[in-house]
């Protein structure tokens, strides 16, 4: 990263961060056992967003909308996560499918497919290896530490914006009226670990959303 | 103090009766046993047989010092996977509960595992997430958990002060450290250990360790009471001023190749020998 690209996230990231620490635009959906329970408490201590539960009928009027390490998402969380892109949120979808079984992937695998046209193959398991990190490329360059298992996106529907050991790992596409960034290797867990980078990384995300 | 050794030590072809007969010969007052390292104590064991376990240890004349158990190095409480964690979880639950069947009041948990995979911070703060709600359990159920200090071989927690602020961490008065005075090698002095922890060691493994030899090798850096390079007339002072007065438990990794017995009365000279202080 040069000297003006840091200077320009590191200004974006604090901006971010006080916009969302004071107006509370950002949503976090907490699908409780449907989800790593640790990248819901990283993303909570780190960007304090208002958290609704998964059964709710409805996620609040937002301009972001977080869904940390998803394991399961049921029919009613898909359908309330597409209709906050529909009204314009940016929904940054973790997946923590690369945890599941076989069976429980299948499905998952066929939420992901059919509410957000996101084609995912299934689950890599990284260990071992050489580099413990999985390289993004959106907004800047940042290497973020792997969550040991990954899921590779099919054919692009949007723009891959991290890719580990040659595979794509995340995208970013427009999708109604909003934006969805899909994680396929979880960043929640490192923000609860207090890692440094992977929280200036996801300012610098937030701080894209206009 | 009163002297215990492992039941994984037992010869293999023994079995857990004639196991007995020669801890109680040899001179222990107490046995630990380790679940799922040996046949007869498994993680499918049922609460029947435990208590048979128990009948069998009071019938030799020992009690049981402590639960300990290896499996917390396949099934670390610190593992990403959810499933491996919760596995991790229902071993110490089980290690709680049978050490009540057993009519002993402490456990040994190896915390957790820093590899080049899972990273110290995440290990630091999984530890401390899964490990408050078991201390919870065990106070609960009169049992203290101690987490062991595994230094070379953890990756976790390798300094006494480090260790001290873990626990202060965790911030429960049912999770205290089972201190091994083997396991420091050449990262400390385990008579410092001994000091900054004093009442909050539950338990204590003996074995003498090798510094020479590093870790870098294929050789064994353990090796009997007085045969390696600790310090144990500071460490038998420590013990003195810190007020201990608990469990020391042998855990010897070197076998006799002959005459597997003898380890265990050696093991048990060598340890009423620190007990009297004649060093």
Redesign the interface.
Known sequence: MTRRQFLATTAAAVSAGNRLRGRSPCVLLDLQRGC?R?SVAGYTAVFQPRVVRAHMPGIPHCAVVLVPAALEISPVAARAIVRCLHAGATVILESAAG?LDQRAFGTERAVLRDYFGITVEPPVRL??RQT?YVDYLWPYAAKL?D??RVLPLGPPAGEPIAWVDNLPVALKRRSGRGTLIFLGSPVG??L????AEATRWLSAVLATVS | MKKSIGDNMIPKEWGFERGLDLVKKAGFDGIELWLGDVAWFQMTTTDAEVRDLRRKVESAGLVVSNVSTGLHWASPLSARDPRVRAQATRIVERQIETARLLGTDAILVVAGLVTDEVPYNEVYQRCLDTLRPLGDTAARAGVKIGCENCNAEQRFLISPREFWQFLNDVNSPAVGIHLDVGNIHDTGFAEQWIEIHGPRITRIHLKDVLKHRGRCGDQSVYTNLFLGDNNWPAIRAALTKVGYDGWLIAEMEARYRYAPDQQFYDTAQAMDRLISGRL
């Open positions: 790593l640790e945890f260990w071992p413990p530490r969550f040991s867990p490192a609860w670990a207090g890692d």
